[in-house]
């Protein structure tokens, strides 16, 4: 038997919104503290491949009906999981998390929750989403498609947000 699986759609474009505008509303704080945006033209490339990814994913995926058997499960809970991280991630940073590169100088890094453990545990959730959306769905080809740039472009974003990091805050301390 299988299950249509649309509402997945729902959820990841509801939560990337909620995401947009919390981001928005954060950026405006961090800016009336002496927050500033560092290469902010590389937002574009990321709002654009997430973009691209999922109406790759939405067409490959067409009628979005999975078989509900035991992969289905796995998928599920893996993403749920990364949910979970994810809102752990946006929560221990509070205001200071953006889906831009945006630091004040001076602040102290966090490193607190998930970044005890790891150095940047919000990517590393995002990464694994876009892996185990196109293992729910059942699309080889976009994920095939988009793995590499996504790495690409994840890569890249972090090396300049470390930099902008060492350049402006205690991050070389916090994270020898």
Known sequence: ????????????????LFDLRRSRRNQRRLEAIGGKEFFPETFRYVAALHALFLASLLLESYPWRVPLDVFTAVCLVSLALLSGLRHWCISTLGDFWNVRIVVVPRAP?????????????????????????????RAPVTLAVFALPALAVL??????????????TDYSTAFP
Do not use: D
Not at 155 to 168: C, F, M, S, V
């Open 109 to 137: 890094v966090i490193r607190s929750g998930p970044y005890r453990f790891l150095r940047h545990p919000n990517y590393t959730a995002a990464a694994l989403e876009f892996f185990f959306l196109c293992l729910l769905l």
């Open 155 to 168: 890569r890249q974003r972090i090396r300049l947000e470390e930099k902008a990091l060492r350049e402006n």
């Open 1 to 16: 038997m299988k299950y249509s699986f649309f509402w997945v759609f729902g959820v990841v474009a509801a939560e990337r």
